[in-house]
């Protein structure tokens, strides 16, 4: 057995970063050099260490610190009350502790042969006492990596948010035109025009939570909705427009396993709508049929899973996790195709370039393209100054951007290492962005071009426009052939957090933290449409036909906006 403090160091050095501690990881990863590529080299230095023993960074389980704490203690408290013979334990009560000295608290009253007597039971609790903390350390391992990455974003973002919270609570608000807003629920749910609400009825039992992630079907009128109680609602949606609280689902999917957390944080529908993958935060992933029969269950992951998609095809499914791996699945078999190891931190999105070929992005501030069947990665991203928390191909599949806590945006082509253009002028973390679809009639607008750095000019197709949301509370718009800001939209009071193109590049919906969701006319980026609910928006998604998008909330709704009036007035 070796522990060097190259070891100790990494150990202390994750638990920082898992913990939500960011500056001090900064601050410890500078003064120990753990950040450098050349620190975990070191690590996996054959020459100093035998080649089994190397440390390989995806492979040290989130919670390595506290686990191993927890075993160090569970000995010292076996080797000090054990008595000579080996066997007899002594029957102290009182518990050990990492920063206080043991003292032994005996009942004196205790004869030797009632502590005989007891020594194989106490040995059995102690058993049943180390799997019972074994559990504890795996369930703390998952929660760390939290449940979903908007909430993996709150929690690092505590401070603000309470303060936010707070404001309010106090009805502090912006006022903006057209929004419907309400007090209560039941008022809202009243008030609000053009707008479905899908609530489940209540199962005191089993909540339904926080609502992550929603879906349109891409050829049936079927929305998915993946909540924290690790259920998946398959909504049947009308037509047409239609007002109201509907409770009644058409499926209901249940992702739970009794021996892990079960919130589902992704879910994507297959190309051809038959199908739907759902991930969730004990690591699992799960391929539903349409009907809701469960297909395959994929239990690879160790962590949660932040994201997966299907292939343009169909036939592959990539999915990311905090386990910081890449899997990619066979969709008609289950089985596992290839697993990619290149990331040093939890993956956080995936996108696919082609049918063979994708992008990740992690929290080590990298971004990887790569190819089945290649070991290696076809290109190396770098250039973020903190993790980065989602990518996008373009609608041509040439460009590729990438958003960071960072507060840049940055666009990238194969063709090169460096990226095409810098875009910089948010003031806080950019937590997502939207590509608009190649569509010259989506926007003719025009704006500054500060705080752009162009490194490079490729002859690629005009009305590359990019959306990105921010955690200073605006969206930027930007032509992504010059890298010009064009529009900056600040209607939102708190962090934004979802951002959706309607498949014409018509509309463009937002939602924030601030419980407000947003639809703009990407024309001239009038905002047409405007409702809030009682809880943080975590998604937000657009029909396969336009007049309808949807909008999922922190407090177990999800509200359908009918939008076919605003197209016939266009």
């Not at 696919?352 to 290109?379: H, N, Q």
């Not at 709704?557 to 016939?568: K, P």
Request: glycine residues 8%; negative net charge; aromatic residues 8%.
């Amino acid at each position: 057995m070796a522990i060097t403090s190259d070891d100790v160091n990494y150990l202390v050095y994750r638990y920082l970063l898992e913990s939500g501690f960011s500056h001090s990881t900064f601050a410890f990863s500078q003064e120990a050099s753990v950040h450098t590529r050349d620190y975990i080299a070191s690590l996996t230095n054959t020459g100093a260490r035998h080649e089994s023993q190397a440390i390989k960074p995806s492979r040290v389980p989130p919670g390595a610190l506290i686990y191993y704490l927890q075993k160090g203690l569970q000995y010292e408290e076996v080797e000090t009350h054990t008595m000579e013979d080996g066997v007899t334990m002594t029957k102290c009560s009182a518990p050990f502790s990492l920063t206080h000295p043991h003292e032994c608290v005996i009942n004196e009253s205790s004869s030797h042969d009632d502590q005989s007597d007891a020594a194989n039971a106490d040995k059995s609790d102690t058993s049943k006492q180390n799997s019972k903390k074994l559990n504890a350390t795996a369930n703390v391992r998952k929660e760390d990596s939290l449940l979903s990455k908007r909430e993996r974003k709150e929690a690092k973002r505590a401070e603000r948010e309470k303060k936010a919270r707070k404001e309010s609570s106090s009805g502090v608000a912006t006022a903006m035109e057209g929004i419907t807003t309400a007090e209560e629920d039941e008022s809202l749910l009243q008030t609000a025009s053009d707008v479905t609400i899908y609530k489940p009825a209540i199962d005191p039992a089993r909540p339904v939570g926080a609502v992550y992630c929603v879906g349109w079907n891409p050829r049936f009128m079927l929305l998915a909705a993946g909540s924290q109680d690790g259920r998946i609602r398959l909504w049947r949606v009308p037509p047409d427009s239609s007002e109201g609280i509907m409770t009644d689902c058409a499926v209901t999917l249940d992702h739970a396993n009794a021996d892990e957390e079960n919130g589902v944080t992704c879910l994507d529908w297959h190309p051809q709508g038959l199908m739907i993958a759902t991930g969730s935060v004990g690591g699992s992933v799960k391929i539903w049929q349409k009907s809701g029969d469960l297909k395959h269950t994929l239990p690879r992951h160790k962590g949660t899973v932040f994201s997966l998609r299907f292939n343009k095809k169909g036939d592959l499914l990539g999915t990311v996790s905090a386990d910081a791996t890449v899997i990619i699945w066979d969709s008609a078999t289950g089985e596992l195709r290839q697993q990619f190891e290149c990331h040093e931190s939890p993956v956080l999105d995936i996108d696919w370039k082609d049918d063979i070929t994708f992008a990740t992005c992690s929290s080590d501030k990298y971004v990887y393209v790569c190819r089945m069947g290649m070991l290696e990665p076809l290109r190396v991203f770098s250039g973020h100054g903190a993790e980065v928390n989602a990518i996008q191909w373009d609608a041509t599949n040439q460009l590729l951007a990438s958003c960071s806590d960072d507060g840049t945006i940055k666009v990238w082509a194969m063709e090169t290492n460096a990226p095409l253009f810098n875009l910089t002028g948010h003031k806080q973390e950019v937590f997502c962005l939207r590509w608009a679809p190649n569509n010259p009639s989506a926007s003719n607008a025009t704006g500054s071009t500060t705080g752009v750095t162009a490194t490079t000019t490729l002859g690629f197709p005009q009305n590359r426009m990019l959306a990105s949301g921010s955690f200073d509370n605006a969206i930027r718009i930007w032509d992504a052939t010059s890298g010009r800001c064009v529009q900056i939209l600040e209607r939102h009071t708190l962090q934004v957090s979802a951002l959706c193109f309607s498949a014409d590049g018509c509309f463009l919906a937002s939602g924030g933290f601030d419980n407000v969701f947003n639809v703009w006319r990407t024309r001239d980026w009038a905002l047409v449409k405007s409702f809030k609910g009682n809880g943080n928006v975590f998604e937000v998604a657009w029909g396969v036909k336009g007049d309808k998008v949807s909008v999922c909330f922190h407090d177990g709704v999800v509200a359908v906006v009918h939008l076919a009036g605003l197209r016939d007035k266009q």
